[in-house]
């Protein structure tokens, strides 16, 4: 009796463990949950390291022959500096790498800064001192963002006082030993600024618009080449839907990167910071190195 009921035990115990190991080896349940907790892991990997990330994204246009060599721009937008250690040595890399590319023009296109108007008010000296680098890398033109707008009335005799031209609802030929080019500012759409104003006969050379809202892309009927910022591409942008939203009332052809019409040709950059949520999926912040050959 005793062999039997040691048997019957151990045949038990071997149907148990069979059962065992046929419900482990599928179980849509944990498949699933293994799916969803693989892929937030690589998500949030992924926003972890992408934040503070940027690249260089170089970028050429063709001028018909019209520069004896190629000039080289610096394109900078939507830097949204924060009041933290962190985001000033992010800072300093942007600065050390714009200084790599030995430019001949820097072109800031606003949102300087990602803070509040009580916390920008605390932190700005520091951060125009830290914008003060560029002009000592080559000449620097900008235009204001709605973030300047929002946070203080001054931010153009500011950012004047660093060395930097404000550029906005103005125009200005500029000289290179490789050719001319008109550099023209318009104002942001985003916050009522933009004003249309064609090309002066007197300014003369490659046309070139400075913006911080693209919108201003497709309203202006100058010709030549545009260059804004303001939507960071979406900041967020996911597989087949693309990006859900974008802050612009701007056609969707102009919230990211470049485009051609028959009289306009324009970059819209993803820009070097955040805004709202600190972080990006699906686009790169970036350094825009233009080239005009």
Same mark, same amino acid.
């Given at each position: ?6 048997? +019957? ?25 293994? $799916? ?16 503070? +990330? ?17 000039? +080289? ?9 924060? +009041? &933290? ?42 951060? %125009? ?14 235009? %204001?963002?709605?973030? =300047? ?51 002066? !006969? ?12 693209? %919108? ?6 100058? &010709? ?14 996911? !597989?087949? $839907? ?8 701007? &056609?969707? =052809? ?5 485009? $051609? ?10 820009? %070097? ?21």
């Amino acid at each position: 009796m005793k062999g039997v009921i040691i048997e +019957n035990s151990i045949r038990a115990m071997d149907f148990a463990s069979k059962e065992r190991k046929r419900r482990l080896r599928f179980n849509p349940s944990v498949v699933v949950v293994g $799916i969803v907790l693989t892929f937030s892991v690589f998500f949030v990997l992924s926003v972890l390291t992408s934040t503070d +990330n940027f690249k260089v994204q170089t970028t050429q246009f063709d001028t018909q022959g019209q520069f004896s060599a190629p000039l +080289n721009i610096a394109f900078l937008t939507d830097l949204h500096v924060r +009041n &933290s250690t962190s985001q000033f040595e992010k800072l300093n890399l942007i600065v050390e790498s714009v200084r790599e590319l030995d430019p001949d023009l820097i072109l800031l296109g606003g949102d300087f800064t990602g803070e509040d108007t009580a916390t920008t008010r605390m932190f700005r000296d520091e951060l %125009l001192t830290a914008l003060s680098a560029f002009p000592t890398i080559a000449p620097t033109y900008a235009v %204001l963002g709605n973030h =300047e707008w929002w946070t203080a009335n001054d931010w153009g005799a500011a950012i004047a006082g660093m060395g930097i031209q404000l550029i906005e609802n103005q125009q200005r030929s500029l000289t290179f030993e490789q050719g001319r080019i008109c550099l023209r500012g318009l104002g942001d759409t985003y916050t009522g600024h933009y004003q249309p104003q064609s090309f002066t !006969p007197t300014c003369t050379g490659i046309p070139i618009t400075l913006t911080h809202d693209p %919108l201003a892309i497709e309203s202006d009927d100058q &010709s030549g080449l545009y260059l804004a910022g303001h939507t960071h591409c979406g900041q967020i942008r996911l !597989p087949l $839907i693309g990006a859900p939203w974008a802050p612009t009332r701007a &056609s969707e =052809e102009y919230h990211c990167g470049v485009g $051609i019409t028959d009289k306009k040709v324009w970059l819209v950059s993803a820009g %070097l910071g955040t805004s709202i949520i600190p972080f990006r999926f699906g686009t790169d912040a970036a350094i825009e190195h233009v080239i005009l050959k």
